[in-house]
């Protein structure tokens, strides 16, 4: 993947910091002083819930994942990426200990390996229709071999792995005749992804002492019928995990990878970038199985395009993150949008592309700061930044400008739909001026069009009242010139959030756009188990008035 790092755009966002404090106050900021003890902590904490009324509702969740007899694929959305299950049993896992007793063996029985449903080995029979994926005969002898273990059955078993052999139909390729070319295959890509990920100098999975009996150094990968689920694969954990840190995983993937049950790229592209996904998830339970789960599913959705970037599955999700609704926070957890959020990852890989082995190192040190660190994702996020001597906001203001040209900035940006306008307006002689009372969400943006209809020369007089700095805003103002690319420029807002800039307007212009942005990385409230936003909190800074103030002058 080509990756460029001395853009045109770098060395405003550098210059923003130098003129922050510049720009004297305009007045009363549209919002309270975030510094004011008495100022509004934004829409409150959630209501309280007892442990165990948070451990039946992961629960639920779980077992209407895995419920064979329900419909696997009902929305569009769900065809095309499946469902979410690694982090739906992983909250079931943080939360187990919680459950009444006669709960937690169904909580068991969902976290159990397939090849615990076999009664003589598990505490449930396996019948096909009672649950997760299981093996109804005993699994065949795994392939083992690295730092993998794959296991398999075959015959007449649901679960049975593809029964292609040494390269029959060449679908699978596979050179051992001991094993099904599929079991080698799947073997393959997860050792590519496993020796990619140790060379770019992440922790391996976290040892499972045995359990799944093969040893302590393995990683246990199943192979199982999973189409009837709607899913593509899934890691999970067989520890009563709770609180930030390590633990083990063992992962799934479906026996074939059928275009009849998943229609989008063939076979081996999705096992591949499954594997790559889901393995990521392994890896990261070795930092902090309990971190944000926009965070693990954005870095995951991110890993496979760096090992995998030629199978674009993760561009499917870019209609749900940052990129198709920029008004939307990053870390929203919910209608795909947690896994549209890769884009900002690959955005900071692009800007800060030092790399190990094949990959960026700083999202990785985002990944240790959240595991032997103590933070969570934003805090992870910005003190990274803050070792490399920049700011969210600074990063925020420029991935909103990239977003909206994608194609300028971004190594693969051609195959991007920009970011929408949140407005068009038309200015005239008659008619210079348009005063806009917006909302803006933490960690997001709106971009405004403003399009001259008058001839001559004109000036756009542009007047901000954004969020304080403190809580994150920021702005671009980006001029297209008739018959020239856009320029972007930072408008520096002094501490209130207030700044006031002049462009080239009228005639000669085709339009002016002004992105309003908020980086906020504030919430209060953590640890509440608010699954909807980072560290189980809310956000300090949501749904705040803020006003943009343009006039055409001469």
């Known amino acids: ?257 059928s275009s009849a049950d998943y229609p989008n790229h063939t076979p081996a592209d999705n096992l591949k970038v499954t594997a790559a996904h889901e393995y990521f998830h392994a890896v990261q339970f070795a930092y902090d199985a309990n971190e944000d789960g926009w965070f693990m599913e954005g870095t995951a959705t991110w890993a496979e395009d760096e090992l995998f970037n ?21 870390d929203r957890w919910g209608n795909l949008a947690q896994y549209g959020s890769w884009i900002f990852f690959r955005y900071l890989g692009e800007r800060y592309p030092t790399a190990e082995g094949l990959m960026p190192v700083i999202i990785r040190r985002m990944w240790e700061k959240a595991g032997a660190g103590g933070q969570y994702s934003v805090q992870a996020i910005t003190s990274t930044l803050t070792d490399l001597r920049t700011t969210m906001n600074v990063q925020f203001a420029g991935f909103a400008f990239w977003n909206r040209n994608p194609a300028q900035y971004y190594s693969e940006g051609a195959g991007y739909r920009p970011a929408p306008l949140y407005g068009t307006y038309n200015l005239s002689g008659s008619a210079p001026s348009k005063s806009l009372r917006i909302q803006l969400h933490h960690l997001s943006a709106k971009h405004y069009r403003f399009v001259p209809k008058m001839t001559g020369a004109w000036r756009l007089r542009v007047q901000l009242n954004l969020n304080y700095l403190i809580a994150g805003g920021a702005a671009v103002v980006t001029v297209k010139k008739k018959g020239q690319a856009p320029v972007a420029k930072i408008v520096a807002l002094n501490s209130a959030g207030d700044g006031v800039s002049l462009h080239t307007f009228g005639g000669a212009v085709d339009w002016v756009e002004v992105a309003a942005v908020s980086a906020s990385t504030r919430y209060v409230s953590c640890g509440t188990r608010n699954f909807e936003w980072t560290c189980g909190g809310v956000p300090k800074d949501d749904s705040v008035y803020q006003s943009i103030i343009v006039k055409a002058v001469r």
């Open 310 to 330: 030629s199978i674009n599955d993760n561009r499917s999700y870019l209609p749900y993150g940052p990129l198709g609704v920029p008004s939307q926070p990053l």
């Open 1 to 257: 993947m080509t990756r460029r790092s001395n853009l045109p755009f770098s060395g405003l966002l550098i210059a923003l910091l130098a003129l922050l404090l510049l720009v004297p106050s305009l007045g009363t900021a549209a919002q309270a002083d975030p510094t004011d003890p008495a100022a509004p902590a934004g829409p409150g904490a959630p209501a309280a819930e007892t442990p165990r009324e948070v451990a039946e509702q992961a629960l639920e969740a779980a077992e209407e994942l895995l419920d064979p007899t329900a419909a696997p694929a009902t929305t569009k959305a769900d065809r095309e990426h499946g469902k979410d299950v690694t982090l739906a049993l992983r909250d079931l896992a943080a939360s187990r200990a919680d459950l009444p007793k006669d709960k937690k063996d169904d909580a068991g029985r969902l976290l159990a390996r397939p090849t615990d449903g076999l009664g003589a080995s598990g505490s449930y029979e396996c019948d096909g229709n009672n649950g997760p994926p299981c093996y109804q005969t005993p699994e065949n002898t795994p392939l083992c071999s690295g730092y993998l273990c794959v296991h398999y059955v075959d015959g007449a078993d649901a679960s049975a792995a593809d029964p292609e052999n040494n390269g029959t139909s060449g679908r699978w390729s596979g050179t051992d005749a001991a094993y099904p070319d599929y079991v080698e295959f799947v073997w393959q890509a997860f050792s590519v992804v496993a020796n990619a990920y140790t060379n770019a100098g992440y922790q391996r999975p976290a040892s499972d002492g045995f359990i799944g009996g093969n040893g302590a150094d393995k990683v246990d990968i199943y192979i199982a019928e999973l189409g009837q689920f709607g899913i593509y694969g899934y890691c999970a954990t067989d520890e009563n995990i709770s609180g930030q840190g390590p633990a083990p995983a063992y992962c799934v993937v479906d026996n074939n990878y």
